[in-house]
């Protein structure tokens, strides 16, 4: 089901979704007689890649995602948690995401720009409190080395004690982590980093499972413009990945929903 999900879903994104289109449209126009239907495929395949490349267009698309939950302070724990003090607050969860073992690389290269901005994020709030757990979480997915043990890795060369670090490295998927941490962390408040377009369904999923995360949303792509650049008035490849990142998420919804994990 898992490998199912992986193929299937890429079908879905903008890119593949627009050329899939586009090729029936010129299939049309090639090898049969339907010309007018074909002209009319082939240019919707292409008005689609175009329009999802558009600054605006992808940003309307996220931002309702990102902006569900505000960024993580203190004072979002104090509220949360039954304590009013700091270190109340005993672990600190960062989500997995992609990562390739290549060895002739500098480990900081062989995870994703998204896993490692969460593992930083993760280090910046466990730092605020003492004592508190850095459980790393996410699997081997295609590699054969976990990413919770990349992540590891990297968080004790930016001087993680390893005895405060608790990795989960069995998990294929966002459900997956969220039935192995419940019971590492039982009903105790934890704090949850994971993308902010991410968070949403993060957090429906563990509270499904009676889980108590705080959000502390990282790693966000739409960013208020404080100007407008000649390059925003084109359709670029930036667009396109946060359009990417869209779909990808709302097809998640979706299929938790249908699933019921959510």
């Not at 240019?43 to 996220?62: C, E, K, Q, W």
């Not at 593992?119 to 790393?136: A, Q």
Request: glycine fraction near 6%; proline fraction near 6%.
């Amino acid at each position: 089901m898992y490998i199912f999900k992986k193929i299937f879903s890429q079908f879905l994104f903008p890119l593949p979704l627009s050329l899939f289109i586009s090729l029936i449209g010129l299939y049309l126009l090639w090898y049969t007689k339907k010309q007018r239907t074909g002209k009319a495929i082939a240019s919707i395949g292409l008005f689609l890649i175009i329009f999802l490349s558009y600054g605006s267009v992808a940003d309307n698309l996220l931002k309702p995602l990102e902006s569900k939950y505000k960024p993580y302070h203190l004072e979002i724990a104090n509220k949360i948690s039954t304590s009013k003090d700091k270190d109340s607050i005993k672990y600190v969860l960062v989500l997995g995401g992609g990562h390739n073992s290549d060895a002739k690389l500098p480990i900081t290269s062989q995870i994703d720009n998204v896993c490692l901005v969460r593992l930083i994020e993760g280090i910046r709030i466990y730092r605020k409190h003492t004592g508190s757990k850095l459980i790393l979480s996410g699997g081997s997915g295609f590699d054969p080395i976990p990413n919770a043990k990349i992540m590891a890795d990297i968080a004790m060369d930016l001087g993680v004690n390893e005895k405060d670090i608790i990795l989960e490295s069995k998990s294929k998927d966002t459900k997956d982590e969220a039935i192995l941490i419940k019971p590492l962390v039982d009903n105790e408040p934890f704090i949850l980093v994971t993308c902010a377009s991410h968070m949403p369904r993060s957090i429906s999923i563990f509270k499904k499972l009676g889980m108590n995360p705080i959000p502390a949303p990282t790693g966000h792509k739409v960013k208020e413009r404080r100007g407008l650049s000649p390059g925003s008035f084109f359709p670029n490849a930036l667009s396109l990945h946060k359009s990417e990142r869209a779909f990808y998420e709302y097809l998640g919804i979706i299929w938790a929903k249908l699933r019921e994990q959510i």
